[in-house]
């Protein structure tokens, strides 16, 4: 087993190494959304997207009245 160093409470190597794969992650998901977008829009289409899940209902959400 491998010591992990304590670097802030609660915060250690382990949690920095999943939070970074975590935002690579993202980033290839917004790339792979931009290049959706683009194909969608160089045609003329359009798109609906449907939310859906615990917080679809409100509070904040993407969508603006």
């Not at 609906?48 to 959400?61: L, M, Q, S, T, Y």
Request: overall charge positive; charged content about 30%; hydrophobic content about 35%.
């Amino acid at each position: 087993m491998t010591a992990m160093k304590k670097t802030e409470v609660g915060n250690t190597d382990a949690h920095k190494l999943k939070r970074r794969k975590y935002e690579n992650e993202l980033r290839k998901l917004q790339i792979g959304l931009c290049h959706q977008q683009d194909w969608v829009a160089s045609r003329g289409l359009r798109v609906i997207i449907i939310f859906e899940g615990r917080d679809a209902a409100g509070k904040g959400g993407p969508s603006v009245r």
